[in-house]
């Protein structure tokens, strides 16, 4: 089965993308690497889940969050590629999660991303990873992530 067709086969539809929030592009390919700009919990065009993990939200509220970032992510990508088959390995994650200082789950909130990748790339879809957190990310988001893809 394709990309697509497993998204498709899970419920999962892939949107077309954002639009850039700001001064900069959505991805930038160089050779046979893409680089995703961070993209943020988005639907609709507008901010889906807003709120800091370790306050008013929870790990699986982050999880969701982390996948839906990932969902945008791939349709970044699908638009810069035209099909996800070319996706060769998930190279590297950068996972922000905006959390209070004593909130210490950050992997578990990156999982909601990794996790889909894996569904989506099998082996080739698990990155080198990097969950950090965030005093703030823009418009109040959840997670914010940025991805390196090598591509066919």
């Known amino acids: 089965m394709s990309p697509e067709e497993i998204l498709q086969a899970d419920g999962i539809e892939i949107p077309s993308p954002s639009p850039a929030v700001a001064n900069y592009v959505r991805a930038v390919r160089v ?3 893409v680089f995703v700009s961070g ?3 988005m639907k609709d065009g507008k901010p889906a889940i807003v709120g800091k993990l370790g306050a008013n939200l929870s790990i699986e509220d982050g999880r969701k969050a982390a996948e839906l970032v990932t969902i945008n992510i791939l349709a970044t990508l699908k638009a810069e590629l035209g099909q996800l088959s070319r996706v060769k390995r998930v190279v590297k994650l950068l996972v922000m999660v ?3 200082p004593e909130f210490t789950e950050h992997p578990k909130v990156a999982d909601g991303s990794t996790d889909l990748l894996v569904k989506v790339f099998g082996d080739a ?3 080198a990873r ?3 957190g ?3 990310l823009p418009f109040n988001i959840a997670v914010e992530i940025e991805a390196i893809f090598e591509v066919r």
């Open 98 to 100: 905006n959390a209070t």
């Open 130 to 132: 990097s969950a950090v």
């Open 134 to 136: 965030m005093p703030s």
């Open 39 to 41: 993209h943020g919990p």
């Open 31 to 33: 050779g046979s690497l």
């Open 125 to 127: 879809g698990r990155p």
